[in-house]
Every structure is written in C-alpha cells, then in structure tokens.
C-alpha cells in the first residue's frame, strides 16, 4: 500500500469517527434538553421541542400504582 493509500484510509476512518462523535453529541444534546424541560415543568415546549411528530408515548403503570398503562 502507498503513502496516497494510506492517507485516504486515514482520512475515511477519521471520517467514519467523527460521525460516530456528531451523533452521540446530537443525543446527548438531546437528551440533556428533555431533562431540563422536565426538570423546570415546561411539558408544551418538551413535546414541542424533544419529539418528533410521529413519536410514540407508552406510558405505563399510570396514574402511579393503579397498574394501568395509558
């Protein structure tokens, strides 16, 4: 294998990497912002903001101890 060879098998991995980096820092982002609207009690902007529009709540054991699930 040439040095070009190298080098462009370096740079596809370096790219493979760094989209593996900007996804786990989109879902961290993510994450951490449905913690903070759950947190400060802002569930319009936490539907708004967090979920998509085809995003699918189970919510289960609720009301808390009744064992139905909504």
Known sequence: ?????????LVA???RRLAVLE????????F???LY???VG???????EV???DAVLDVVNFPP???KDL
């Open 1 to 9: 294998m040439g040095e070009l060879d190298d080098l462009r098998s």
């Open 13 to 15: 991995d370096l790219q």
């Open 23 to 30: 996804i786990r820092e989109a879902c961290q982002s993510t």
């Open 32 to 34: 951490h912002q449905y």
């Open 37 to 39: 609207l759950m947190d």
């Open 42 to 48: 802002y569930a319009d902007e936490l539907v708004r």
């Open 51 to 53: 979920f998509t529009t």
């Open 65 to 67: 101890g009744s064992g």
